[in-house]
């Protein structure tokens, strides 16, 4: 299945500080996921935050938050955000059927709401590089079990070139150059 920017919203999930804190190799998850949200902006592609029960967690941090000015961000207490009430409303108004996962914990939050998207009838896609977990074999298995369920992979960098299509779209250069901002972390 191609990834089409006109078809694709996405759902950044968790960014909260008690949440980041513990994260293996959180400054990569941190700089690859506002590459993925800045880029995301530059092409006019929708995004959704959640927060799990920001009332003992806190509030997504603050930098991911700015670059998506607007965003809404939805509450949740469920882990699949799926199980929200009002997360598939707030998704359902954004118009897209393929979504691009981002976020934490890949093993928890990440994969059930994979998981709901698909049940709900949406093409959910992972964000690789955009996701963590604090151990290692946690995040492994959350990869294995989407491959199983059907769930898309994908990268940052994978996704912003796809959603140009080639050097003739009027944001290759400004995508190409986010990227390679990126390349020496």
Request: net charge negative; hydrophobic share 45%; glycine share 6%.
């Amino acid at each position: 299945m191609r990834i089409c920017s006109e078809r694709c919203a996405a759902v950044a999930i968790d960014f909260q500080a008690r949440l980041l804190a513990p994260m293996r190799d959180r400054e990569r998850l941190l700089h690859k996921s506002a590459e993925l949200l800045e880029g995301c902006s530059l092409l006019s592609i929708p995004v959704l935050f959640t927060e799990q029960y920001p009332a003992g967690l806190g509030k997504t941090d603050p930098v991911l938050l700015a670059l998506a000015p607007g965003a809404p961000v939805v509450e949740k207490t469920a882990f699949g955000a799926t199980l929200e009430p009002g997360f598939l409303a707030a998704l359902r108004a954004l118009d897209r059927d393929q979504i691009i996962l981002l976020g934490i914990e890949a093993h928890i939050c990440v994969l059930q709401t994979a998981i709901g998207l698909r049940e709900a009838g949406f093409s959910p896609v992972l964000a690789v590089d955009c996701i963590s977990s604090r151990g290692a074999g946690d995040c492994a298995v959350a990869l294995e079990r989407a491959k199983q369920e059907g769930i898309l992979l994908s990268s940052c960098e994978a996704l912003l070139f796809e959603w140009t299509v080639s050097k003739q779209h009027p944001r290759f250069r400004e995508i190409s150059s986010l990227v390679k901002r990126s390349e020496c972390f």
